[in-house]
């Protein structure tokens, strides 16, 4: 249908015929603009010189030797489709997704193991303080036995160290630094960056991770992380500017994590279980929705239960408080004393969804478990069974939700993320769960991305554009690309 006749029956309709066919001329468009954008995007990226890292077999082979663990065939099989793509001319965009726990970062490092050894600087960066440390750990684990060492930047690095990375970095003598947003502040410079990796890439916008790759005149090769697995469905609509490398199990050795329901009647059991284990000489996560509490909002708080279990429940134990208004360097405090148990209980917010591994921790409790996705539960299970003890994964439920109650028994009957992914996705519908915004896709009003006819009939539609305009020479599709706000990182 014509646009002006599709304004005039979505405003105006003579039937309900007339209507559906208007709606479904948006709903089209919708998803076509975005595809369109994104197969633009992936072949001006092909087509643009990059800083090449040659495969390097014997680089290779003497980092996995070097490991002390055999690495996954999933593992293997990402490591080999990066470093294939980190041999191209062209820049690498490829996204690493993998489940809680799946090894994604030592994959990750062999990355940089490679771009390092073909004169590149590397770039880690991470949402927060908290996961940058971590990574910062594992990084110096995996690759102190080539000489390399990594550097930390992030907010609260003092000043004088603050200079030394930055001169460091600009003479090119530090080769891998990882951070958090402190990493795409003007004064930062990598002369002679080739390898940009970001984790949990979802929560960076386009425009930051752009950033990094204005530091330099070539185009870096770009690796994205995220534990958070794209359902199917989406990948190709959502990454289509992407290549996609899946890490789909888990390291021998991880214990599954049992999961249950406590409703009001068995919160004694359940606090007796998290005292059995501390006395076991383990450790646990308590976690709340929310920092404080909140007029009107009938949820538990991290600081009032904080308070309470200290005073009433746990008050033989050791707890601390950790929440995102704590000044960084306190977090980082707080979280250590706690990975290096001094602390039996850590009571928190969503703060450590990500980055925090404790192997000695064998139960994670959550408060109002309701109010929080599929994908969020499913990240705050990983935080336990990282170690070789069984643990607990107990699901605090108020009031009946049935909505909810639906979400908490797929958690409970799967342990696989990227099934919890199409699970979560069915159930909540697509509306903004991995921020579809940041990743070129404006708000849908009309069209779905779950109706998978109309979104295959639209990217087959965009592939046919691009084969007889590879250039997107038309002013109307252009302005299309425009009016629908679709920003990808090549554009």
């Known amino acids: 249908m014509p646009l002006g006749e599709a304004l005039r029956q979505v405003h105006f309709p003579e039937s309900q015929d007339r209507l559906d066919a ?3 001329r948006f709903g089209f468009e919708e998803l076509f603009y975005p595809q369109l954008a994104a197969l633009l995007a992936r072949r001006q ?3 643009r010189a990059g800083t090449r890292s040659p495969y390097d077999v014997e680089v290779a082979r003497a980092f996995t030797r070097a490991l002390p663990f055999r690495l996954t065939d999933d593992q293997r099989r990402a490591a080999h ?4 793509d980190l041999d191209r001319p062209s820049p690498m965009n490829r996204l690493l997704q993998g489940d809680v726990g799946s090894g994604k970062t030592v994959v990750a490092a062999m990355a940089a193991r490679m771009a390092i050894a073909a004169g590149h600087q590397v770039v880690l960066m991470a949402p927060t303080e908290i996961l940058a440390r971590q990574h910062l750990e594992t990084m110096r684990e995996l690759l102190s036995p080539f000489e390399i060492y990594p550097r930390l930047l992030v907010g609260s690095t003092g000043a004088r160290q603050r200079r030394e990375i930055l001169g460091g970095l600009l003479a090119g003598t530090d080769k891998l630094v990882v951070g958090t947003h402190a990493l795409i502040e003007d004064e930062v410079r990598f002369p002679q960056l080739g390898l940009c990796i970001v984790d949990e890439q979802h929560r960076f916008g386009v425009a930051q991770r752009l950033r990094l790759r204005e530091k330099v005149d070539l185009n870096p090769d770009f690796l994205s992380m995220t534990a958070t697995p794209i ?3 989406l990948n190709l609509t959502l ?5 996609v490398s899946q890490i789909r199990t888990l390291p021998p050795g991880r ?3 049992r999961t249950e329901l406590v409703e009001a009647a068995g919160r004694e059991a359940a606090y007796q279980l998290i005292r059995s284990e501390v006395a076991a000489g383990r450790q646990g996560f308590i976690i709340c929705p929310l920092i404080d509490d909140s007029p009107g909002a009938e949820a538990r708080s ?3 239960e904080y308070e309470r279990l200290t005073k009433e429940v746990f008050q033989d134990l050791r707890l601390v408080l950790v929440h995102g208004r704590l000044p960084a360097r306190e977090k980082a405090e707080r979280m250590e004393a706690f990975a290096t148990h001094q602390y039996d209980l850590l009571v928190a917010t969503s703060v450590v969804e990500v980055g925090v591994d404790v192997p000695n921790a064998t139960v994670m409790a959550i408060e109002d478990a309701g109010r929080f996705g599929l994908a969020q539960l499913h990240q705050f299970r990983g935080r336990v069974g990282r170690g070789t003890q069984p643990a607990h994964c107990l699901l605090f439920v108020g009031e009946e939700d049935p909505a909810a109650t639906a979400r908490l028994r797929a958690l409970i009957e799967h342990s696989d993320g990227f099934e919890l992914a199409e699970i979560d996705l069915r159930l909540r519908g697509a509306g903004d769960p991995y921020g579809l915004r940041q990743h070129g896709f404006p708000e849908m009003r009309v069209g779905d991305l779950l ?3 109309l979104r295959e009939r639209a990217r087959a539609a965009a592939e046919q554009v691009l084969k007889a305009d590879p250039e997107l020479s038309d002013p109307i599709l252009r302005r299309g690309i425009r009016d629908y706000r679709v920003v990808f990182e090549f554009d």
């Open 239 to 243: 990454y289509g500017d992407l290549d």
């Open 45 to 47: 990226r092909l087509a």
């Open 255 to 257: 214990v599954p994590v």
């Open 451 to 453: 109706d998978d006819p």
């Open 302 to 304: 991290a600081t009032a």
């Open 81 to 84: 489709e990066i470093l294939i």
């Open 22 to 24: 208007a709606r479904a």
């Open 231 to 233: 359902p199917r469905s």
